[in-house]
């Protein structure tokens, strides 16, 4: 009988451990669990605190969030249902879904902003010669993502528009985190970036912001937002509310106190918080515009990014509307 209570309250002791372990899971006590997908940057800072201060417990979900580095992984974990939801920027999504996975948007995440300065730059390096977009033809240009992502496609439909000739633009494929260094040592002459590496190249001295191309291709462009399979947001309707609920709040919470919500954003990046205080904060943002999402998938038309326009109603869930704002500013 000893043995057998000392294993019992061994066993309990670890399913509590398990129960708090990776990913910021919350111990179990009936509330609907949800594992949701993520990278870790700025513009997540809103799931963050709905798990620190409470606000998915509040609304009834246990919440596991599973960090990923690369898109197509996190893609793959959704459709084969390791996880519920993915955050992401429309562009792979869409991709997925133009490829035959049958995912909807739930609720915006972040938006691109409607006047300077935004999140996503390009940066030229000081001997660049490059002061405007019109001189980045001849030079080489670190992107992440390919030609064909979101930010970069928009950029280059905006040059394409002033008559800019991109096709003599030499971009180098390389992460956000490998930028600075590569315009510091002049293996390329800018970078098109997103902060926090926007404000550590600026702060370093090794390049100057010539343009914010989410916001001069779309102006409110959603740059991230919560997406599921629509088998998964029909079969589960409270989890979808209860998710939407639980991030409106930690977005309102986030916008109650700019000090406070640079001081999470450094807890959640592990960013010093010296280089918070210089950057733009993100433009987190459930108000959704709808004509800005519809433009974001014509831009990604335009550069062979998907193979043909879509409707937001063939990729929104339906709940999705309650957020289309008739001016999206901020939240």
């Not at 898109?71 to 519920?84: E, Y």
């Not at 998710?243 to 640079?262: H, K, N, P």
């Not at 974001?296 to 289309?324: C, G, H, K």
Request: proline residues 6%.
């Amino acid at each position: 009988m000893r043995r057998t209570f000392v294993a019992a309250v061994v066993a309990a002791a670890l399913a509590v451990v398990a129960g708090c372990g990776s990913g910021g899971s919350e111990v179990n006590t009936g509330l609907d669990g949800l594992r949701i997908g993520f990278f870790t940057n700025g513009g997540q800072t809103p799931t963050y605190v709905a798990l620190t201060e409470g606000m998915f417990r509040e609304h009834g979900l246990d919440v596991e969030r599973v960090e990923f580095q690369d898109p197509s992984a996190m893609t793959a974990a959704l459709q084969r249902g390791d996880i519920d939801l993915m955050s992401s920027i429309p562009g792979p999504p869409l991709a997925a879904r133009a490829a035959g996975l049958d995912v909807q948007a739930i609720i915006q995440n972040e938006a691109a902003k409607y006047e300077p300065p935004d999140s996503g730059t390009v940066i030229a390096a000081p001997t660049s010669g490059i002061s405007t977009l019109g001189d980045l033809p001849g030079k080489r240009v670190a992107i992440f993502g390919g030609v064909r992502s979101q930010m970069n496609a928009g950029a280059l439909w905006f040059m394409q528009g002033q008559g800019i000739d991109t096709s003599g633009i030499e971009f180098v494929e390389a992460p956000f985190a490998s930028h600075l260094d590569l315009l510091r040592s002049g293996q390329v002459d800018a970078v098109m970036t997103i902060d926090p590496f926007s404000t550590s190249i600026e702060q370093s001295g090794s390049g100057t912001v010539v343009a914010y191309p989410n916001l001069l291709a779309n102006p409110g462009a959603p740059l991230s937002a919560w997406w599921a399979t629509r088998a998964w947001v029909e079969g589960n309707p409270d989890r979808v509310e209860k998710f939407q609920q639980s991030l409106r709040a930690a977005i309102d919470w986030l916008y109650q106190d700019e000090g406070r919500a640079r001081q999470t954003v450094a807890a959640f990046t592990k960013l010093d918080p010296a280089l918070l205080a210089n950057m733009p904060l993100n433009n987190w943002s459930y108000n959704v515009d709808e004509k800005a999402w519809a433009h974001n998938v014509e831009i990604l038309v335009s550069q062979r990014a998907l193979p043909a326009v879509v409707s937001s109603d063939e990729y929104w869930a339906p709940s999705m509307r309650t957020f289309v704002a008739a001016s999206a500013v901020g939240r």
